[in-house]
C-alpha cells in the first residue's frame, strides 16, 4: 500500500510557467514535508507544514487537513529548479518519527 | 554549519561481500535514520536511533542487513553477503529528537539529510 501519492510523476515545463505538483495521504499525520532532490545531490528540505500555507521566494505550500492533501507551487520557473520533488509525512502517532515518502515528481525546466 | 556527511559517495562491490556505508550526523543531533532509495523509487524507511539504541528497525529487509550506533553519534549501516537487489542510495538524517523546540520556530520533527552513499552490487 502507498500511504502517500503524488501526481503528475513526470512534468516538463516551460522556464516562467507555474508549476503545479500535488500530493495526497491516507494516514493521520503530525506534518507534511516537502522535499527536493537534484540529480546526483542530496535532498533539501523546502518546507515542514501542518496547517495553512508556507511560502519561500518563488515556492509555496499549501495543506489541506481534512481533505489530506496538499500541493507545492512553483512560480515563474526557472531551469535550476529542474529536481525531483518529494512530499513526505510524519504519521501521527509516531513512535518511530519516521516518514511515509511518495514516490517523486520529475521536473524539468526547458529554458 | 556542517551538515549531515556519509563516507564512501560511492561503494561498487561484488556480490555476497561485506560492505560498511558510514553516517555522521549533525552535533548535538540524538535522532539518527538511515534509509534507501532504489532508482525512480522514494527514499524507504530502514532503521531510527534514538541516542543509541535502535527505537525502530522495522524497515530492515532482512538479517543481512544491520545497524550501530555506539556512541549516540556516527552509525554505520552494515550489509553482510550482499545482493545485486541491494543496489540503492543509502540516506541519512539526522534531527535533534522530540520534544525539543529550536529557535527559529523549525521543529525537532524536521530531518536533515545527507548526500548519501551510491551502493552498486555487481
Known amino acids: 500500500k502507498n500511504e502517500v501519492e503524488q501526481s503528475p510523476q513526470n512534468l516538463t515545463a516551460q522556464e516562467g510557467e507555474f508549476i503545479t505538483i500535488n500530493c495526497s495521504y491516507s494516514?493521520?499525520?503530525?506534518?507534511l514535508h516537502w522535499l527536493q532532490q537534484h540529480p546526483g545531490g542530496g535532498i533539501v528540505s523546502l518546507f515542514m507544514?501542518?496547517?495553512g500555507k508556507k511560502k519561500h521566494g518563488r515556492l509555496i505550500a499549501t495543506i489541506n487537513i481534512q481533505e489530506k492533501h496538499s500541493s507545492l507551487h512553483i512560480t515563474a520557473s526557472h531551469p535550476r529548479d529542474s529536481a525531483v520533488y518529494i512530499c513526505?509525512?510524519?504519521?501521527?502517532?509516531?513512535?518511530?518519527?519516521?516518514?511515509?515518502f511518495g514516490t517523486g515528481t520529475s521536473l524539468t525546466v526547458i529554458p | 554549519g556542517a551538515g549531515v556527511s556519509q563516507t564512501p559517495s560511492n561503494k561498487v562491490t561484488e556480490k555476497g561481500k561485506y560492505v560498511e556505508l558510514r553516517c555522521d550526523p549533525i552535533?548535538?543531533?540524538?535522532?539518527l535514520y538511515w534509509y534507501r532509495q532504489s532508482l525512480g523509487q522514494g527514499p524507504e524507511f530502514l532503521i531510527y536511533f534514538q541516542g543509541t539504541g535502535a527505537a525502530d528497525d522495522s524497515g530492515l529487509p532482512n538479517d543481512r542487513f544491520f545497524a550501530v550506533r555506539p556512541e549516540g553519534s556516527v552509525s554505520t549501516l552494515k550489509i553482510q553477503r550482499t545482493e545485486r537487489g541491494d543496489s540503492a542510495v543509502y540516506l541519512c538524517?539526522?534531527?535533534?529528537?522530540?520534544?525539543?523546540?529550536?529557535?527559529?520556530?523549525?521543529?525537532?520533527?524536521?530531518?536533515?539529510f545527507g548526500p548519501g552513499t551510491r551502493l552498486t552490487v555487481l
Open positions: 494516514v493521520g499525520i503530525s506534518a
Open positions: 552535533s548535538g543531533h540524538t535522532a
Open positions: 538524517a539526522s534531527s535533534l529528537g522530540q520534544g525539543r523546540a529550536l529557535a527559529g520556530g523549525i521543529s525537532t520533527d524536521t530531518q536533515y
Open positions: 507544514l501542518s496547517s
Open positions: 513526505a509525512v510524519s504519521p501521527k502517532p509516531n513512535t518511530g518519527n519516521q516518514f511515509y
